[in-house]
């Protein structure tokens, strides 16, 4: 393990103990597994594909039984949404829209981006955490999981207070049309049919 310092308990999942620390003067996340399925292995594997793609936090150290990777900070995303403009959520959704479909690409399904509460952060950009549950697949569901969080009710309908409608209707259409084809095309018509295709 490497030499890290100032350990506090954070919390804790389904799968695994958080701690904090630091090193080399930088706070980082240590996880340890919680119980018999130890996913350490499974996360690190995904991290080292996912950070050459600049997805996840920076993986920097892990072994058997511990990972450790930067600490992201940031806001749950409904959280941040609530509290940001119109052009900014646009911009962010852009990204993590982005962001799954490049996991698509690479064929790599996260899971829980149906509801990403506790695994997408916002500072000034978005990160995806937590990799502990990802699978290879043929067909990934990252950008449908993630349009159906964005057409939950709760999500809607804060989306519509900051000035972002669009068609739940048209979205489900595209997101059909893509899951049948993945195509660059299909995908761009789901970003057209939020609105998000030119963001600067």
């Given at each position: ?9 954070f919390g ?40 050459k793609?600049?997805i ?6 892990y072994?058997?039984y ?9 806001l ?19 990204k993590?829209?982005?962001e799954?479909?490049l996991?698509d690409?690479?064929?790599?399904d ?5 509801n ?16 502990e549950r ?6 990934p ?5 993630f349009?159906q969080f ?7 309908e804060?989306l ?17 049309k ?11 018509s ?5 609105n998000?295709?030119?963001?600067s």
């Amino acid at each position: 393990m490497i030499k890290v310092n100032n350990i506090k308990y954070f919390g804790e999942g389904k799968r695994s103990i958080v701690y904090t620390a630091y090193y080399k003067n930088k706070k980082v996340i240590i996880k340890n597994p919680k119980n018999k399925i130890n996913t350490i292995a499974n996360e690190v594997k995904f991290l080292k594909i996912l950070n050459k793609n600049k997805i996840g936090p920076k993986l920097i150290y892990y072994d058997d039984y511990n990972l450790v990777c930067e600490f992201v900070y940031g806001l749950r995303i409904t959280d941040w949404i609530r509290i940001n403009n119109n052009k900014s959520i646009k911009k962010n959704l852009k990204k993590i829209f982005d962001e799954c479909r490049l996991l698509d690409k690479l064929k790599i399904d996260k899971k829980e981006l149906t509801n990403p509460y506790k695994h997408i952060l916002i500072d000034k950009n978005p990160v995806m955490i937590d990799f502990e549950r990802a699978r290879f697949n043929e067909n990934p569901k990252n950008v449908s999981q993630f349009s159906q969080f964005i057409m939950s009710k709760r999500v809607y309908e804060i989306l519509i207070k900051k000035g972002i409608k669009f068609d739940n209707i048209k979205l489900i259409k595209a997101v059909k049309k893509y899951k049948k084809s993945y195509s660059e095309k299909d995908y761009n018509s789901i970003l057209k049919s939020i609105n998000i295709t030119e963001v600067s």
